[in-house]
């Protein structure tokens, strides 16, 4: 078995400021996700990335940047934290040629 | 766009009920997987039925596929109060990894 570790839990920022959030696992996956979710909404996604070293943008990147550190870890960065982007943001990952996603418990954003 | 999506955003059933949860998606998929997300935690699948599969069993659950209709449903039977959840359906295109995830149907369970 392997887990998905995200931090913070919990992350409070101010209007116009850049925040990262990170994302481990020690699956080995080789792909790993970042979604968006507003409260009582689906998953949205903002960035993938297929393999190390690789990044692909999904429907919602625009105002957030990634990056693939290394196989085990992708963060993610709010450029400009705006108000209306308080949601949860998980973090899942999956090996290349395997379906099953494997989430995290979140980071919950408030933007003050 | 939204490649998938749930029909019903909430039911609620009493408990030994059973509930169908139905999807419909846009694009050719490769496979289509069905998620329970609780309160305060990430989805976690229960179902992954594959684009040549018609039906899928997981104990109470029950998960079936048309790909001409572009449609699956998900039912589970003899629910529990602990069924109380969202439900996602989740799609990957043929030629992507991309994994999209419809918008829920939130299903409460009353004893």
């Known amino acids: 078995g392997g887990i998905i570790t995200q931090t913070p839990k919990f992350l409070i920022g101010q209007e116009g400021q850049k925040l990262t959030l990170k994302c481990q696992q020690n699956?080995?996956?080789?792909?790993m996700y970042w979604y968006r979710q507003d409260s009582g909404k689906g998953l949205r996604l903002i960035y993938y990335?297929?393999?190390?070293?690789?990044?692909q943008k999904g429907d919602l990147s625009e105002g957030y940047d990634a990056s693939r550190e290394k196989k085990s870890s992708f963060s993610l960065t709010v450029t400009s934290a705006q108000k209306n982007e308080m949601a949860v943001f998980l973090c899942?990952?999956?090996?290349?040629?395997?379906?099953?996603?494997?989430f995290g418990s979140g980071t919950r954003l408030t933007v003050l | 766009s939204q490649l998938a999506e749930e029909n019903s955003w909430a039911l609620s059933v009493h408990e030994g009920e059973s509930v169908t949860v139905n999807c419909s998606y846009k694009?050719?998929?490769?496979?289509l997987q069905w998620y329970r997300q609780k309160s305060g935690k990430g989805p976690a699948q229960l179902i992954l039925?594959?684009?040549?599969?018609r039906e899928k069993r997981n104990g109470r659950l029950r998960a079936t596929l048309d790909t001409s209709s572009q449609s699956s449903s998900l039912s589970i039977t003899a629910t529990r109060c602990e069924d109380t959840a969202v439900y996602f359906c989740?799609?990957?295109?043929?030629?992507?990894?991309?994994?999209?995830f419809g918008t829920g149907t939130r299903l409460q369970v009353l004893p």
């Open positions: 699956f080995n996956h080789d792909t």
């Open positions: 990335s297929i393999t190390e070293n690789d990044l």
């Open positions: 899942a990952s999956t090996k290349l040629s395997a379906e099953t996603l494997y």
């Open positions: 694009t050719s998929i490769t496979a």
């Open positions: 989740a799609t990957r295109s043929s030629n992507t990894n991309k994994v999209v």
């Open positions: 039925i594959r684009s040549n599969e």
